[in-house]
């Protein structure tokens, strides 16, 4: 029971500072209930993702995984051609050998390298 306080108190205490769910602002009480619920559907998903690389004999806590993924990044471009079309181009960076080992883990499958798209007509 110690171990899983320890853990709740750990995950809350990365939740505040990593992802900057607090201090609440709102001022009326639906978006205050809507950011809370939002800083438990975000521990649940920290939470299952620690669990699974458990599972899978990874130790490591929230904050190095969200460490070392942090590096592997994706871009998106956006263009307006001549014809005033709006296109996205979306570029993922390769990951490192540190990153796919936790996608394999996880059972995340490699991203396309690239993803174009048209999007709107410029006005």
């Known amino acids: 029971m110690y171990m899983t306080i320890l853990q709740v108190e750990s995950a809350f205490r990365t939740l505040k500072s990593n992802l900057g769910l607090r201090p609440i602002h709102h001022q009326n009480e639906p978006r205050t209930e809507g950011h809370l619920f939002i800083s438990v559907l975000a521990y ?57 080992d936790i996608y394999y883990k996880l059972d995340i499958k490699q991203l396309p390298r690239k993803q174009v798209s048209y999007v709107a007509t410029r006005l």
Do not use: C, F, M, Y
């Open 44 to 100: 649940h998903l920290l939470n299952a993702i620690e669990q699974e690389l458990r599972k899978q004999g990874d130790t490591r806590r929230w904050s190095t995984i969200r460490t070392v993924l942090s590096t592997h990044q994706r871009s998106t471009v956006i263009l307006t051609d001549n014809l005033g079309k709006i296109h996205h181009i979306r570029l993922t960076g390769t990951p490192e050998a540190a990153h796919q």
